[in-house]
């Protein structure tokens, strides 16, 4: 089912997860043993991230280097197959631009088709990691829009191949993200919010937003999304603090600011069982006052925290 129709259906604020693919080396199971705990809560759907390839250098006999392309969380539609079918819930694979041309991620949404997943939430992905900016592939997107228009294009039916006619037309439904706090390459939010109301103009159902740790951001995005034009679901992206370090952390790679009331009571901690004790508490207040609030999900990241979240949305349902 889609995102958008399990909220058209939903009586209440539903929860969902996200997960990552595990390390390559990990089977399957370690999949089922993360979410078994979770899955009590009924979520909606599960988000599974995707991870394109690094590029590494391994040292050889003679002391020169090989570079090779390596993939540290390999199995994104896989493990969203394995989800769909172990636990008849729904699944919802992340599809980025970065290191796909047109044509693979043509491939890739007719995999996903074929395995009954209609879900999609298309993202541009970020930089790899030996680059300073995004680097589109030779016959990739550069942005997600362009990405979300490929979707709706196979949608109508459209394919690269134009002498496909009368081809199917798989049917998705199109996540598309959002950033409270402005994503860190726009110039300012309001340029940002434009952005998201094209992607949301071109085809996009909802939008699941970045993490963000006061829920006043989050109000006035939606507020700013409303006075722009945007009408669709806007889904929060929900993630607890557990160490300290995630104080510099989490602003340095998601560019979201941590308020000072819980940057001031972690500081004072001593143990990170303390720091995981503040973080939860802070997202079961925020899970709830945004429940008051009407959101349509809540969507936890779960992050190799599961008990965490299942501690939190123990308090919230
Ligand atoms: P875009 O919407 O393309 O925006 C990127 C930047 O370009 C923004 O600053 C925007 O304002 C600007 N922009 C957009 N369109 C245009 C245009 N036409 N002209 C000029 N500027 C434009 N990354 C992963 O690699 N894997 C994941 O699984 C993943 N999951 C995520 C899940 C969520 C909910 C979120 C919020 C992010 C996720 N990311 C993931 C990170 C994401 O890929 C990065 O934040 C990336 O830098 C931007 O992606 P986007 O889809 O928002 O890009």
Sequence with gaps: MKVTD???????????????P??????????YEHLDPLMEFKPSFINVTYHRSETMFKKKADGSFDKVEV?????????CAAIMNHYKTDAVPHLICGGFSKRETEDALIDLNFLGINNVLALRGDAAKNEAHFEPEADGHNYAIDLIKQVMNLKNGI?????????????FCIGTAGYPEKHFEAPNLQTDLIRLKEKVDAGADYIMTQMFFDNQKFFQFVKDCKAMGINVPIIPGLKPITNKKQLSILPKIFHVDIPSDLSNAILKTKTDEEVEKIGTEWLIQQSKELKKFGVPV???Y??????VIYNV???VL
């Design 6 to 20: 399990h909220i058209a259906q939903a009586k209440d604020t539903l929860v969902s997860f996200e997960i990552l």
């Design 22 to 31: 595990p390390l390559k080396g990990k089977t399957i199971n370690s999949i």
């Design 71 to 79: 993939r540290k969380r390999p199995g994104t539609v896989a493990i």
């Design 159 to 171: 394919y690269l191949e134009e002498d496909i006619k009368n081809g199917g037309k798989p049917d």
């Design 298 to 300: 809540l969507h936890y």
């Design 302 to 307: 779960t992050l190799g925290k599961p008990k």
């Design 313 to 315: 949305v123990k308090e």
